[in-house]
Each structure stands twice: as structure tokens, then as C-alpha cells.
């Protein structure tokens, strides 16, 4: 076998295949699918620290995000990504009292997967084309209560996560 024929065969059996493979992967990172780190504790107990989940890309939010909603967004304000539950939606009322309850345009919220209430109270009104989150550990969240601009616009929303990776122990579908 001379060097062209070897050439041509490792182009046909590594090279080729590698390439193509990595264009199926950015293709799907791109618009299908991707990974992301949850960095803090702001989402106990529904995801632990530092997990890996993968989020499914959003492509058009104003008809994809509903109440509830675990949400990859970008935070200009904090100039990084992150991931908290979305709960007022465009042109809804936010109240948070005292103890923690949260009410949306006067009715309350039921929040099962709130564990750790916080006392911090405030009144919000989420803009047309913007949404209002919280994380679901709220005695350990720096999340919208606290920020200057408590809105995200529907064109920072990236993501709706559905499975966590990493740690193992809590691999499966999120709740």
C-alpha cells in the first residue's frame, strides 16, 4: 500500500467520521440541546450544587415558558448564565408576603418544591415580554427579589432544563 492509498483510507475511516461528528454535536449544542452547571444552592433541594443538567434550547419562550418552568436564562446584570424557576410571567403581578407566600395577580401560588421559605417580601410587575424567577431554595437565592432589574426579556431565555447528569446520585428527570 503505497502513502496516497494510506492517506485516502485514514481520511475515509478517522478523519471523515471524526469531522461529521463533530458537526452533528455543535448542530445539536447549537439548536437542539445543551449542557449547563448550576453553580450555587440557590435550586435545593430540587438541584444540588454544582449538578450538570441538560436544558433543551427555547427558540421561541412567549409560547414555551409556563409557570413553573426550570429555566437556563442570562442575567446581564450578573453577566452569567443561570438557572431558577420561572414564576411571573409577562404582565402578571408578583406579591411575596412575609412568611414567603407567593401570589400571582392576588391568588396564591402553591410551591411544593419550596422547602426553605424565606422572609424577604416585595411587589412586582413582570413587563410584557419578560419573566420573573426565583430560585426554589429561597433563604439561599440571590435571585430576582434581589436584583436591580428583577425581569429577564424573553430574548435572554435559552433553555428549559429536564435531566440532571452529574452527580449520579441525582441522575434523572427534574421535577
Known amino acids: 500500500m503505497d502513502n496516497q492509498q494510506k492517506f485516502r483510507k485514514i481520511m475515509k475511516e478517522w478523519v471523515i467520521p471524526v469531522v461529521l461528528e463533530i458537526i452533528v454535536v455543535l448542530f445539536f449544542v447549537k439548536n437542539v440541546a445543551f449542557p ?10 430540587t438541584i444540588d450544587e454544582k449538578s450538570w443538567l441538560v436544558a433543551t434550547r427555547i427558540h421561541n419562550p412567549e409560547k414555551r415558558v409556563e409557570r413553573g418552568d426550570i429555566i437556563a436564562f442570562y442575567s446581564d446584570e450578573l453577566g452569567k448564565m443561570l438557572i431558577k424557576r420561572c414564576i411571573g410571567l409577562p404582565g402578571e403581578t408578583v406579591d411575596i408576603d412575609d412568611d414567603g407566600q407567593v401570589y400571582i395577580d392576588g391568588e396564591l401560588l402553591n410551591e411544593e418544591y419550596v422547602v426553605y421559605h424565606s422572609g424577604v417580601s416585595g411587589h412586582f410587575e413582570v413587563p410584557e415580554g419578560s419573566y420573573f424567577f426565583l430560585g426554589d431554595n429561597r433563604s439561599g437565592s440571590l435571585d430576582a427579589r434581589f436584583w436591580e432589574d428583577p425581569y429577564i426579556p424573553a430574548e435572554k431565555v435559552y433553555g428549559q432544563a429536564h435531566f440532571a447528569l452529574w452527580p449520579l446520585d441525582n441522575f434523572g428527570p427534574l421535577k
Do not use: D, K, L
Open 36 to 45: 449547563i452547571r448550576v453553580p450555587t444552592g440557590s435550586m435545593i433541594p
